[in-house]
């Protein structure tokens, strides 16, 4: 099993950048696709991108591409979130996850306990 805490979230007015941090622990990083999902109040969980065991590949939904960016260290074993250009609507409690699983597939097993992100206009 997996262990993922984030870090980085915080208050930034729209337009502005907030990068994430996903440090994960007990077990060989690269044995799994990394991912993250927001979840904003009354809303159902979305899934934002995900990257390859190799960090050479990624997705993203069509509500971030463009202005989020996901990378992973694999010699530090974290993930980040890039998010630039935010706007209002991407306020939410952001949450890291993991998976064996192909990195596009909404289907991951492992989760940490989230970071809020507020966006002001």
């Known amino acids: 099993q997996v262990q993922l805490v984030e870090s980085g979230g915080g208050l930034v007015q729209a337009g502005g950048s907030l990068r994430l941090s996903c440090v994960a622990s007990?077990?060989?990083?690269?044995?799994?696709?990394m991912g993250w999902f927001r979840q904003a109040p009354g809303e159902n969980r979305e899934f934002i991108t995900g990257i390859s065991k190799n960090g050479l590949n990624a997705y993203y939904a069509d509500s971030v591409k463009g202005r989020f960016t996901i990378s992973r260290d694999n010699v530090q074993n974290i993930v980040y979130l890039q998010m630039n250009s935010l706007k209002p609507e991407d306020t939410a409690v952001y949450y890291c996850?993991?998976?064996?699983?192909?990195?596009?597939?909404?289907?991951?097993?492992?989760w940490g306990r989230g970071t809020q992100v507020t966006v002001s206009s």
């Open positions: 996850a993991a998976t064996v699983n192909y990195y596009s597939i909404n289907r991951y097993d492992w």
């Open positions: 007990g077990r060989t990083f690269t044995d799994y696709s």
